[in-house]
Each structure stands twice: as structure tokens, then as C-alpha cells.
């Protein structure tokens, strides 16, 4: 089978059951991507797929032949960092960071989920237009799980990157 990953095709043998995560991690060493509880509880293993969030432990691998997976890896690189990565730093948006990794990725498709006007549970109204205050924001990364409780600091980090309108 064939898949994108980060722009770049990759062609694997794999059997049919393994899932996304497996198939990133094992099979084409781009360990970024964290293997956390393996059941979709705690969003370590969140990659974009076609620029929406999904759990990589959740889906498998053969079902996204025809679909563009960005990684963590594939955000940026060293001395290249995406806006958000270079926030995380600044807001010191993270402690043992294991989950970094699966809340940055979380947090560039959640602002363009809000961006599009995507409402969530803690949206105040359904008219198309999102206002990401720290209740706002908390609510759309609630399937990210920090078990450090970093979470004001990666509310600050999100929130900058979107005032500054750099994702």
C-alpha cells in the first residue's frame, strides 16, 4: 500500500489490521507520533489526516491510501519550527512532554477547525463565528490529556499562536 505522510509517498507491506499509529511508529520510524493509552482516551497519537484531527491509535493504516497525514515530524524541523512548536517553547507548554507532540498536532487543526467556524460544546452561539477564550480553547483540546497539568500554559501557547494569526 501507498501513503502520504508529511508530502512524501511512502509504500509499505503491512497487514490489514495494523493501524495508523503502528504503521507511523513501527514501520516507518517517525516515533514523534506517541503511543499512549492505544484506545483514543488520551490524544498522544494525534496526527492530521487532510488537515482534521484523528486519534492514529483509532484507524487503520489501509484506510487513508488516498489522504495527506501530516505528523508532528512534518510540522517542522529544527531551526524550522512551526508557529505552534515555537510556542509551546516559549510558553513552556509542556513538562515531561509526552504529549506534546499529539497536543501541538491537536491544536493546528483545532484553530482551523475554528477558523471555519466549527463550534464546539463551549461555543457560545452556532453562527459561524468562534471566540477562543481560554473556556473555548480548553473544550476543543479536551481529548488531549497532559497528565503533568501543563494545561494553562498550553492554553497560553494556542491562544498566542492565534492572536498573532501564525497557524
Known sequence: MRLTIN??????DLDIRTSLLDALRDH???????KGCDHGQCGACTVLINGRRVNSCLTLAVMHED???TTIEGLGQPGNLHPMQESFLQHDGFQCGYCTPGQIVSAV??????????PS????????TVSLDNAEISERMSGNICRCSAYPNIVDAIRDVNEKGAA
Open 121 to 128: 460544546h463551549a461555543s457560545k452561539d452556532l453562527d459561524g
Open 7 to 12: 508530502g512524501v509517498g511512502q509504500e509499505l
Open 109 to 118: 487543526g483545532m484553530l482551523d477547525e475554528a477558523k471555519k467556524g466549527w
Open 28 to 34: 516507518l520510524a517517525l516515533t514523534g507520533t506517541k
Open 67 to 69: 489522504d495527506e497525514i
